[in-house]
């Protein structure tokens, strides 16, 4: 009983992801004040253009991602590691090639 007990104590892969936590719980805590900016500035466009800046709101779903994949982590809902380390590519070719035909659609109408 006592050598399963250390065998399960000892398995790297664990250690390992005790490493990636503490990593993402730095970077939620790094990122939180940059999040806390970007509210504070797109609400200065809205104040004074009444429209979202969507550059902005483009970054902003990037971190609201981060986020959730970092907290899913952290809270052991998943085991798959949240940015640079997710594997998203064939998603982000999907949108890409939506993009570009919906930007190929626009120029043949005009």
Same mark, same amino acid.
């Given at each position: 009983?006592?050598? @399963?007990?250390?065998?399960?104590? &000892?398995?790297? *892969? +664990?250690?390992?992801?005790f $490493?990636?936590? !503490? ?17 504070? @500035?797109?609400?200065?466009f809205? &104040?004074?253009? *009444? +429209?979202?800046?969507?550059? $902005?709101?483009? !970054? ?11 907290l ?39």
């Amino acid at each position: 009983m006592e050598n @399963i007990n250390k065998d399960e104590i &000892l398995k790297s *892969s +664990k250690w390992i992801r005790f $490493i990636f936590m !503490v990593l993402y719980a730095f970077a939620l805590n790094f990122v939180l004040p940059i999040c806390i900016g970007l509210a504070f @500035i797109q609400f200065l466009f809205v &104040l004074f253009t *009444s +429209k979202v800046n969507l550059s $902005i709101a483009k !970054v902003n779903s990037y971190v609201i991602e981060f986020f959730e994949d970092s907290l899913s982590f952290l809270l052991f809902q998943t085991e798959e590691k949240p940015f640079p380390f997710k594997n998203n590519s064939a998603e982000e070719v999907v949108i890409e090639a939506e993009e570009i035909e919906d930007s190929s659609s626009k120029q043949e109408t005009d």
